[in-house]
C-alpha cells in the first residue's frame, strides 16, 4: 500500500482551539470570530478584515468549572466549549456568533455573555422551517448580523463585499470537493480519518492561509498511484457535532473505512457551493436554511433519510453508524428513527453514543468489529 500524502501541517492546526494561523491572521490586523453551528454562514464571517473559526476544546480534561453553570447532563459539546472559555483559552478570539439551534446553545451563548462579557456577543434567531417565508425571516436575522459586524469591526459588510467572500469561499469549497470525490474509489488513496484531519483544520483556520496547502494536499493525492487504502467494508458516518479525528480513527483501525460523512461538521452537504447570483444575503439565508438539515428541521426527516441513502449508494457503503453525543436533544430524538427508517431501507446500520472527547476506545473498536460481522465483512 502506498504512504497517504503527509497531513502534518493540517494536524498541527487542530491541537489549539485557536491556531496559530489565526493568531497570524490577527497580528495582521484582522479579526477572529468563534461559531458553534454550521447554521452560521462562513461566507459572511469572512468579508475582508474578519474570519470565522470553528469552535472546538481539543485535548478537553473535564469540565468541572462548565458543570456549575450549565449542568452534567446538558450536552457535553457546550460544556466544552464554555470550560475552555473559563479557563481563557479564547480570549484571542473577537466575537463570537451563535444561532439559536438548540437550547444547550443558546445556554452557552447566555453564559459566555454572562461570565465572560465577549465584546461582540451575537445570536442569530433560526427558524425550525424552510419554507419561503423562513427564509425570508433567516434573510433578515443575517442583515441585521452583518450591519452588526460593519459597525463593531469597522468592515465593509456591503453586498459587493459579501458577494466576493462567498466566491472565495466556494474556492476553498471546490478543493475540499474534489478531495472528497476520491473516497469514491474502490480504495481511496486518503483515510476517513485524513480526510476529517484536513476538513477541521481548514474550519478553524483562515481560509486564504489554508488554500494553498489544501491544493498541495489535493496534488499529492491526485499523485498516489493506485490501489489505495485496503479495508474490509465501507462506512457511512452520520449523526451529530464530531470534531475530532481520532473517532474516525478508532473506527477505522478495525477495517471500516469512512468513505462518507453526514453531519454538522462534515462534508455532506457541507460542501456544497453557496450561489453567487441574486441578492447575496438571500443566497445566503436560503443556501444555510435549507441545506444544513440539522434534526431541529423536524419537518425535513423524510428528505434527511432521502439524502443519507442516496449518499450510501453513492459512495458504496456497506453499512452506515449513526453516532450521537450524549444529551443532545436533537438526536435524541432522531437516532432511532432514522435507525430504524435506513433499515427499512436495506442498509446495515450500528448506532453508538458517545462523549465529545474521546472514551472507551476498547468498546467502540468491539462495537464496530461486531458490525462488521454482522454484515459478513
Same mark, same amino acid.
Given at each position: 500500500? @502506498? ?11 487542530? @491541537? ?32 475582508? *478584515? ?8 481539543? #485535548? ?7 458543570? @456549575? =453553570? ?109 478531495? #472528497? ?11 476517513? @480519518? ?44 452520520? #449523526? ?9 480513527? +478508532? ?6 473505512? +469512512? ?45 434527511? +433519510?432521502?439524502?443519507?441513502? #442516496?449518499?450510501?449508494?453513492? =459512495?458504496? +457503503? ?27 431501507? *436495506? ?31
Amino acid at each position: 500500500m @502506498t504512504p497517504a500524502p503527509d497531513i502534518t501541517f493540517f494536524q498541527d492546526l487542530l @491541537t489549539e482551539p485557536v491556531n496559530r494561523l489565526a493568531e497570524d491572521a490577527r497580528a495582521q490586523g484582522r479579526r477572529a470570530v468563534g461559531v458553534t453551528c454550521s447554521y452560521a454562514p462562513a461566507p459572511l464571517l469572512s468579508v475582508r *478584515g474578519l474570519f470565522p473559526v470553528r469552535m472546538r476544546a481539543p #485535548g478537553g480534561a473535564g469540565t468541572p468549572m462548565a458543570d @456549575t =453553570y450549565l449542568s452534567s447532563v446538558l450536552c457535553p459539546y457546550t460544556r466544552n466549549i464554555l470550560e475552555i472559555a473559563l479557563d481563557g483559552l479564547c480570549d484571542s478570539l473577537d466575537g463570537w456568533v451563535f444561532t439559536g439551534s438548540c437550547d444547550h446553545l443558546r445556554r452557552l451563548y447566555d453564559n459566555l455573555e454572562y461570565l465572560t462579557k465577549p465584546a461582540f456577543n451575537h445570536i442569530l434567531d433560526l427558524p425550525h422551517k424552510t419554507s419561503p417565508a423562513a427564509v425570508e425571516w433567516f434573510a433578515r436575522e443575517l442583515r441585521e448580523l452583518a450591519e452588526a459586524l460593519g459597525a463593531h469591526f469597522d468592515v465593509d459588510t456591503g453586498d459587493d463585499a459579501v458577494r466576493a467572500a462567498v466566491a472565495r469561499h466556494n474556492e476553498l469549497l471546490e478543493v475540499m470537493r474534489a478531495i #472528497g470525490e476520491m473516497r469514491k474509489k474502490d480504495k481511496p488513496p486518503v483515510s476517513g @480519518t485524513d480526510f476529517h484531519t484536513v476538513l477541521l483544520a481548514a474550519a478553524v483556520s483562515p481560509q486564504d492561509m489554508v488554500l494553498n496547502q489544501l491544493r498541495k494536499y489535493l496534488a499529492a493525492l491526485q499523485a498516489t498511484p493506485d490501489p489505495g487504502i485496503s479495508h474490509r467494508a465501507r462506512v457511512l458516518l452520520v #449523526g451529530s457535532q464530531m470534531d475530532d479525528p481520532e473517532y474516525v480513527r +478508532v473506527i477505522e483501525s478495525q477495517g471500516a473505512l +469512512v468513505v462518507a460523512d453526514r453531519f454538522c461538521t462534515g462534508s455532506l452537504p457541507g460542501l456544497d457551493p453557496v450561489p453567487e447570483q441574486g441578492d447575496p444575503i438571500h443566497a445566503l439565508a436560503e443556501h444555510y436554511l435549507r441545506k444544513t438539515s440539522c434534526p431541529r428541521m423536524m419537518e425535513e426527516f423524510d428528505a434527511r +433519510v432521502r439524502d443519507i441513502v #442516496g449518499a450510501a449508494r453513492e =459512495y458504496a +457503503v456497506h453499512g452506515v453508524i449513526v453516532q450521537a453525543m450524549k444529551f443532545c436533544d436533537c438526536w435524541g430524538v432522531e437516532a432511532a428513527p432514522l435507525t430504524r427508517a435506513l433499515r427499512d431501507a *436495506g442498509l446495515p446500520v450500528l448506532r453508538l453514543e458517545r462523549e465529545y472527547a474521546l472514551t472507551g476506545e476498547g468498546q467502540l473498536r468491539t462495537r464496530v468489529q461486531a458490525f462488521l460481522e454482522s454484515m459478513g465483512q
